[in-house]
C-alpha cells in the first residue's frame, strides 16, 4: 500500500541528516540530557564490587525467614487438619497424629489411603451380624429344609 506521505517523509528525514541535524539531536537527547553519557568510564575504578556476604546478605535472610514461616504455618495446617479429622471421626487426637506423621515420613506416593473409621452404630451393626453368622441367608430361587440345607426350587 502506497500512502501519499511516504517519499515526503522520506526526503525529510534525508535532508535532516544529511544536514547533520539528527545527529544533533541524538547527541543532545542521548548523550547530555537526563545524565545521558552517566555510565561511560570515567577513570580506572570501574571494576564492578566483588559479591560477598555484606551484598548479598539480605537474599539469604529473607530466604531463611521465609522457609522458617512456611515451616511454621504447614505444621499448624497439619495440627488443624488432624484436630478436625479427630473430632470428626471421633478417635484420639494423638492416634490421628501418629498417622499422619507416618504417611509425611514415608516420603513416596503422592496418595494417601482412605482409612474407615467405625462409627458405634456400624460397630454394633458388625457384631450382630457376627453372631447371627449367614444362617439367614438364602439365595433367591432356594429354599431351607429342616436340616439347614438349601435345595433348588423345583
Do not use: M
Not at 541524538?26 to 552517566?38: F, T, V
Not at 575504578?45 to 539469604?60: A, K
Not at 511454621?72 to 495446617?77: K, Y
Not at 495440627?79 to 494423638?94: C, G, L, P, Y
Amino acid at each position: 500500500i502506497d500512502s501519499p506521505y511516504r517519499n515526503l517523509l522520506t526526503t525529510a528525514v534525508l535532508k535532516l541528516q544529511e544536514s547533520g541535524k539528527i545527529t544533533e539531536l541524538k547527541d543532545k537527547w542521548w548523550k547530555q540530557e537526563r545524565g545521558g553519557g552517566a555510565c561511560k568510564n570515567k577513570g580506572p575504578n570501574n571494576t564492578p564490587n566483588p559479591l560477598n556476604l555484606e551484598n548479598v546478605g539480605g537474599v539469604f535472610l529473607v530466604l531463611v525467614v521465609g522457609v522458617t514461616i512456611a515451616c511454621f504455618l504447614t505444621f499448624l495446617e497439619l495440627i488443624w487438619e488432624v484436630f478436625r479429622t479427630s473430632r470428626k471421626e471421633k478417635v484420639s487426637f494423638r492416634s490421628e497424629l501418629i498417622a499422619e506423621l507416618k504417611f509425611v515420613s514415608r516420603c513416596h506416593g503422592s496418595t494417601k489411603p482412605v482409612r474407615r473409621y467405625k462409627n458405634e452404630d456400624e460397630e454394633e451393626e458388625e457384631s450382630a451380624k457376627s453372631e447371627q453368622g449367614n444362617k439367614d441367608f438364602i439365595p433367591i430361587g432356594f429354599e431351607s429344609d429342616k436340616f439347614g440345607f438349601k435345595e433348588p426350587l423345583s
